[in-house]
Antibody, heavy 119, light 111 residues
Framework: EVQVAESGGGLAQPGESRRLSCAASGFTFSRYEMNWVRQAPGKGLEWIAYISSSGSTTYYADSVKGRFTLSRDDSKSSLYLQMNSLRVEDTAVYYC????????????WGQGTLVTVSS | QSVLTQPPSVSGAPGQRVTISCTGSSSNIGAGYDVHWYQHLPGTAPKLLIYDNTNRPSGVPDRFSGSKSGTSASLAITGLQAEDEADYYCQSYDSSLSGWVFGGGTKLTVL
């Protein structure tokens, strides 16, 4: 069964850093492009970061560009989102999502991990 | 404000048909990028309902269907069931933003 599971959420103060992880199972992780999507309280879904299957290409939403870095470790079937200079507006549930091959849709999502940025 | 525009809410009685619209622009839907639809219950993983405008992943009932025309797309749900009560999001790719964009979400209430 295809599964992705996020971890690493919690409480952080403005300006601090935090690293989220996404563990994949049930598929050959190295063959898939991956993304992070977040949902702030009471708001809709917001795409924030993409990484290619090779790891050589990443894209970021303007809201996180320069502060967040996405990486992957195929030997561990894991995805990492390094979040620096956190802001109150980064408070959200963060989801890891797999890209449907040859498509631009996200076909498998985790249940999310909550990051709260507050002083 | 979301790049793709959806109505905040729709409702229908069990057994009825509802549609949810998704309006974009010339840099996303109108540029030919496909539209995808997701069902999301708070606290759970979003679920892919429709991909590439009209296609259903395995396991999604044929009560769910999608369409696309010009700069807009629609999700139709027939034979409404109580379990369909959820938030629904459309998604596409935007060339001017170089990234994926979502609609603001539509809350479906089954009366």
């Amino acid at each position: 069964e295809v599964q992705v599971a996020e971890s690493g959420g919690g409480l952080a103060q403005p300006g601090e850093s935090r690293r989220l992880s996404c563990a994949a199972s049930g598929f050959t992780f190295s063959r898939y492009e991956m993304n992070w999507v977040r949902q702030a309280p009471g708001k809709g879904l917001e795409w924030i970061a993409y990484i290619s299957s090779s790891g050589s290409t990443t894209y970021y939403a303007d809201s996180v560009k320069g502060r967040f870095t996405l990486s992957r470790d195929d030997s561990k079937s894991s995805l990492y989102l390094q979040m620096n200079s956190l802001r109150v507006e980064d408070t959200a549930v963060y989801y890891c999502a797999r890209v449907l091959p040859q498509r631009l849709a996200f076909d498998s999502w985790g249940q999310g991990t909550l990051v709260t940025v507050s002083s | 404000q979301s790049v793709l525009t959806q109505p905040p809410s729709v409702s229908g009685a069990p057994g009825q048909r509802v549609t949810i619209s998704c309006t974009g622009s010339s840099s996303n839907i109108g540029a030919g990028y496909d539209v995808h639809w997701y069902q999301h219950l708070p606290g759970t993983a979003p679920k892919l309902l429709i991909y590439d405008n009209t296609n259903r992943p395995s396991g999604v009932p044929d009560r769910f269907s999608g369409s696309k025309s010009g700069t807009s797309a629609s999700l139709a749900i027939t034979g409404l069931q109580a379990e369909d009560e959820a938030d629904y999001y459309c998604q596409s790719y935007d060339s001017s933003l170089s990234g994926w964009v979502f609609g603001g979400g539509t809350k479906l209430t089954v009366l």
